[in-house]
Structures are given as structure tokens and as C-alpha cells.
């Protein structure tokens, strides 16, 4: 099966159920929970048998320790904490983390919303770059000081992370630890939605509501820049608009102050879009049905609406995960993509961190550091 299909099981999504099951194409989703795109790269990682890490505060398990963020309650406060190194698995990298970003999951798996709940206590963070310090004796890919993006369900909020070698990208030399830990999740999984899942083509006309965050925004550069499509993008802020426009949005709508079905079909000449790549779901979403041509892909990433549909959805196929993450590194070592953030926080800040995203003042992706 291509990867342009998952496995479809126990579908009930809660808009018009049956009706809707032939426009919908889900990113991701497994589970009764809270959702967002980055459980797209926790899918793929479950063919890679990357499991969870529950890490110990009391007893050490070795005699060298280093600081990372620590979520001891969920729905409260993070904290910093020395931890204990664990053992390096034998096919395992181990990395000096220099940036780490922030993804919707993480924050969500702190709040117990998430479709994964890590035992407790747990470092959150699902994507860091930086310089691999120690290898498995069972890697083949990797050696010690190559610079590196990595992913993993949890681990990423630490001066130390250790993950399997295939969760693990070598960086071109031109791409930086921070654009490195800006662009893998964002523009993975909007690669992944625009090419692998809508199969987006020159001259379709693309909508994209939510287009101002990490996903959205890349899914404006990689439409308009890279496939060449016709970008619709919808926020609720001129300047976040604003700065769709600088990624190559040619239509922008404030859907707090337009008329957004009225706008489409005006920039569309009634005709409808190609794609519609959702990341807010909710009342977006049935927007999106009644601006879609006929024949037009729907993906749902996100639902920052907090309404999120119920469904129980399997990713496979993990070589289209890992050329979509190798393309965005290639596209940003090309300079064709510049990935953007709009803050860096220490780890002593992560809480104040996760505001500033919850509270929807951020563009792009929001990034972490460990170091004082």
C-alpha cells in the first residue's frame, strides 16, 4: 500500500461521520486524545521501535548527571533537574543538545492530553539538534562530532538526549542547530501533508488555515516556494499575515474580520481549492468542505479549535518519513526554505515558554537552549 493511504480503522470522526470519511485525510491520530502533527513523527517512529524513556530521579544510574526539564505532575509547572545518565543502548547516539523546539505534542503531553502518556517523571521534547558525543557499539551511520537533528517521543528538554541512530539526520554543513531544530517537525510534517498525503501539484490552489504557526508556516513556503502552488492563507492577525506573505502566500484572509467562504470563492472565481491543509479543525474545517473543488484533498494536522475528531488511525511506510525529513534539510541547506522562529528560551524558562505558545503570540516555531 502506497503511503498515500493509511490504514483506516474505526473511523468515527465527530463532524458528519460517514458522509465526511471520503474528504477526510488525517495526518495522524491514533488514540481517544488531544492531537497535533507531530504524533505524525511518533507514528513513524513506532516502526523503528523507538520507546518511551522513563527516566529516574532518585536513583542514579551513573555517577555523571545533566540538566534537563522535568515534568513531575502533569499540569503543573515544569522544573530543571540534574538526572542521572542512563545506560547508552547499543544502538544508540548520544547527543550535546544545542537548540530544542517546542511542538504542540510536547506541550500537550504535559497536560496528560496527549494520545501517549509517559510514566512519570519525564524529560517532554520531541526534537533537538546538536553534536553526538558517544555512539552505540552497534551504529554504523554516525560517529562521534558529526552534527545531528534527531526525534523521539520524549527526551528532547535535556543537555543530553540519546536516541536511536535512525531518529537521527546528519546535517548539511550549512544548516545551522537552530534552523535544524526549527524546520524538521514543521516542515516534515508539512512536506509529508502536501506531497505525500494531498499530492499537490504546480498551479493548485492551496488553503491553509492556521498558516502563521510552525506547521502552517512552512506549509506556505513549501506550497508556494517549492511546488509551486497558489497559497491561500488564513489567520486571525494582519501581522501574522503579513508574514505569510513574506513565505509566499499570493491570498491572505483575517478571518476575524472577513468573510472567509465569500473571499475563497471570489479568489477561486467559485471554483473551490485543490488542498486544504487544516491545522485548526473545528468550524475551519467545515469551512474548508465548502470551499473544496471537486476532487480536492482535505489533511487535517491540527486543531488548535480544541474541537478534535476521534479516530484511530496507523502511519507505515517509514522511508517516505525519513526522505521528507532528508529534503527538508536538503531545501534548507539550499537555502530554498528559510525556516523562521519568533523566540528562544532558556531551559530555566520553558514555562514561560510554553505560554507565550499556549497564548498564541508566537509565528513559526518556538525554540529552547540549555545552556545559562
Known amino acids: 500500500m502506497s503511503f498515500a493511504m493509511f490504514i483506516f480503522r474505526r473511523i468515527n470522526i465527530k463532524y458528519q461521520a460517514r458522509t465526511l470519511q471520503k474528504y477526510v485525510t488525517p495526518l495522524y491520530t491514533k488514540g481517544q486524545s488531544s492531537s497535533s502533527p507531530e504524533y505524525l513523527f511518533s507514528s513513524a517512529a513506532c516502526n523503528v521501535a523507538l520507546s518511551n524513556r522513563r527516566i529516574s530521579t532518585t536513583v542514579p544510574i551513573s555517577n555523571s548527571t545533566f540538566r534537563a526539564v522535568v515534568c513531575e505532575e502533569l499540569g503543573k509547572p515544569l522544573v530543571v533537574k540534574d538526572i542521572a545518565h542512563p545506560p547508552l543502548k547499543d544502538n544508540e547516539v548520544r547527543l550535546e543538545s544545542a537548540y530544542s523546539g517546542i511542538n504542540h505534542a510536547d506541550i500537550l503531553k504535559t497536560m496528560g492530553l496527549y494520545q501517549e502518556r509517559p510514566d512519570l517523571p519525564f524529560i517532554p521534547g520531541s526534537e533537538c539538534a546538536g553534536t553526538i558525543i558517544e555512539v552505540g557499539r552497534d551504529v554504523t551511520r554516525f560517529q562521534k562530532g558529526d552534527r545531528v537533528v534527531c526525534l523521539m517521543r520524549t527526551g528532547g528538554f535535556g543537555e543530553i538526549v540519546d536516541v536511536p541512530q535512525t531518529m537521527a539526520w546528519k ?84 478571518h476575524r474580520k472577513q468573510d472567509v467562504k465569500k473571499e475563497i470563492l471570489a479568489i477561486t472565481k467559485k471554483k473551490g481549492v485543490d488542498v486544504v491543509i487544516d491545522n485548526v479543525g473545528g468550524d475551519m474545517f467545515e469551512l474548508g468542505l465548502r470551499c473544496i473543488a471537486f476532487e480536492g484533498r482535505i489533511v ?21 518519513f525519513d526522505l521528507s525529513i532528508s529534503t527538508v534539510l536538503r531545501l534548507c541547506s539550499e537555502g530554498k526554505i528559510q525556516p523562521h522562529f519568533s523566540a528562544v528560551y532558556p531551559f530555566d524558562k520553558t514555562n514561560q515558554a510554553y505560554k507565550f505558545v499556549l497564548t498564541r503570540k508566537s509565528t513559526g516555531k518556538v525554540l529552547l537552549y540549555p545552556k545559562d
Open 171 to 254: 546535517l548539511p554543513d550549512d544548516v545551522s542547530y537552530r534552523d535544524a531544530a526549527t524546520s524538521v517537525v514543521s516542515y516534515g510534517t508539512a512536506h509529508m501533508a502536501l506531497l505525500w498525503k494531498a499530492n499537490t501539484k504546480p498551479g493548485d490552489t492551496v488553503l491553509i488555515s492556521g498558516a502563521a504557526g510552525g506547521v502552517g508556516l512552512a506549509a506556505v513556503e513549501i506550497a508556494a516556494k517549492i511546488i509551486g502552488a497558489t497559497v491561500i492563507a488564513i489567520a486571525g492577525d494582519d501581522e501574522k499575515l503579513a508574514l505569510t506573505k513574506e513565505k509566499g502566500a499570493t491570498h491572505i484572509i483575517n
Open 300 to 320: 487535517t494536522i491540527g486543531y488548535a479549535s480544541g474541537v478534535i475528531p476521534k479516530s484511530n488511525y496507523e502511519l507505515e511506510r517509514y522511508e517516505k
